[in-house]
């Protein structure tokens, strides 16, 4: 009898020795997460009025209808730490607090979201969690927060600098001892190649440097640059295998409705689309244009974004300027995009049967030569033939076309 009560005591000091991260991750994002993130649009200039504003807009202009839940505050709400430690909102933009601002967002059928950094300071110059994890996080869980995402801003340099699985580790536990189911979305930059080590520690993993509001091109900002549509999207070849239900590249927040052209707002909402990314909106929707607005709510775009194979789409076919995309979903679907990347009209054609439609990845393919597909408008939801043709596609500059294959009874 005594063995057995020692070993049961055993049995639980072990299970309590284990280290929190090496425990399954709740499931928190089985789909890409969708919201809308403050800092593409306002940088630092955001108070509660605005995010509150944020949560009405969302809700009457459908966006929380069409699957975006977070309502995500980023740098700069942060005022300074009361004598205890506790990391306090800051009193002119957050009058009245974070717990308030929670409240008024989850009254509305929606989620909060808060941002630190592993630092001493955040990006922006704000107290960082560094030294103050558990703190931070038992805070955020008492605000009622539901997402956190946490940047790499002065975390030391050379050999000083923090070990970054360590740091995201250790603020992953703590929001585990805080108790709340909280999304935890890891943002440094890709640096260390987060998507090799960071599938038991969070949610969702920065794979680039910042988005810029452009199509193509760096914008300098001293020591950085940020980086236009094309050149994010190039840097996701070779990660696509990282990513699945629960733990996604993130190729960053949107520029939908900031860039100058709709066709550019068009190719790069498809394209987070099919590289199964976080769809967190970055632009002004309280003065959204209407055709901004049906592109993000666009309901086939978003069931390709949140298709349940979760499995982040590939380029299938180049040509010039031309690039065909190519995603596997589920029900034995794919979505196929042809971008357009150049500022001149182009026409290409695709000859279905003549191309060999398969995926190393996911170890999917569809034998177009055999089996017919009907071809359904990813931006429309109308049928538009099938595959027992060659399809023509005339793309105007910088546009993408979509279409939903399904398989032809
Ligand atoms: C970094 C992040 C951005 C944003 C800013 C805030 O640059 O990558 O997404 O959060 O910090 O200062």
Known sequence: MFRHVLAAMMALAASWAMPLAAQPLPVLAATPPMGWNSWNRYGCGIDEKLIRGVADAMVANGMRDAGYTFVNIDDCWQGERDPDGYIQADAQRFPSGIRALADYVHTRGLKLGIYSDAGSKTCGGRAGSQGHEYQDARQYARWGVDYLKYDWCNTGTGAAQRNPREAYATMRDALDKAGRPIVFSICEWGDSKPWEWAQAIGQLWR???????????????????????????????????????????????????????????????????????????????????????RILTNPHLIAIDQDALGIQGFAW????????????????????????????????????????????????????????????????????GDTATPLKVSLAPRDTAVFILEPAA
């Open 207 to 293: 794979t680039t440097g910042d988005i810029g509001n452009c199509w193509d091109c760096h914008l300098g900002h001293g020591g950085w640059s940020s980086l236009g549509v094309l050149q994010i999207l190039d840097k996701q070849d070779g990660l696509r295998s990282f990513a699945g239900p629960g733990h996604w590249n993130d190729p960053d927040m949107l520029e939908v409705g900031n860039l100058p052209d709709l066709n550019a707002n068009r190719s790069h909402f498809a394209l987070w689309a099919m590289l199964a990314a976080p769809l967190i909106v970055g632009t002004d929707v309280v003065g959204m244009k209407p055709e901004i607005t």
């Open 317 to 384: 076919l180049r040509s010039g300027d031309v690039e065909v995309w190519a995603r596997p979903l589920a029900g034995e679907r794919w979505a196929v995009a042809v971008l357009n990347r150049s500022a001149q009209p182009q026409t290409h054609v695709i000859d279905w049967s003549g191309e060999p439609l398969s995926d190393n990845v996911s170890q999917k393919s569809a034998d177009l030569g055999k089996r017919r597909f009907k071809l359904v408008d990813g931006w429309t939801g109308k049928a538009t």
